[in-house]
């Protein structure tokens, strides 16, 4: 068997080497950002050793936005209204910032539909998805004529 060149990375051949890059490195990463589908899962997982990896992996993520989400319903269970992220209050501001990363993740579809129905639960959240799984042009277009409607009611344009 072929000595792996660089001795610093802990395999002893080059044949381990690439299988620990395989798994740790671009796999993991792979993973976490959504990249393999459903048959490179099911070849990685029948790789002795990397299936728990992978369901560590991905799972961690998940359990963390659940608990932010938690979060989140209490919050608006408890105030009746979404956290702010610019409020003064800590806590209300992580949640507030939160919700801003959810609606970025929206846009680029990287929550899952579970995720979406879950987020979809949270009194208010629902109208906030809807408008970032609108297309642009639709949301522009609503926005102008809400603007026109309000100008006409009132006679001016809105102040900031």
């Excluded at 395999?11 to 393999?36: I, M, P, V």
């Excluded at 979406?116 to 949270?122: G, N, R, T």
């Excluded at 522009?140 to 603007?147: A, G």
Aim: proline share 2%; with cysteine.
């Amino acid at each position: 068997m072929e000595v792996a060149r660089n001795c610093s990375t802990g395999f002893k051949t080059r044949a381990d080497f690439q299988a620990g890059e395989l798994t740790t490195r671009n796999q993991g990463t792979s993973c976490k950002n959504g990249k393999l589908d459903k048959t490179q899962l099911a070849k990685l997982r029948r790789v002795r050793g990397v299936s728990d990896y992978i369901d560590k992996v991905l799972t961690a993520p998940r359990d963390l936005w659940d608990k932010a989400c938690t979060k989140l319903h209490n919050w608006v269970q408890y105030h009746g209204s979404l956290p702010r992220e610019e409020s003064a209050d800590e806590a209300e501001r992580r949640l507030g910032l939160w919700i801003r990363a959810q609606r970025q993740s929206i846009k680029r579809g990287r929550l899952h539909e579970a995720q979406l129905a879950e987020l979809s639960q949270v009194q208010g959240m629902a109208e906030r998805i809807d408008r970032c799984l609108a297309a642009p042009r639709e949301q522009w277009d609503r926005i102008c004529t809400e603007l026109h409607m309000w100008v006409l009611r009132n006679g001016t344009s809105p102040r900031e």
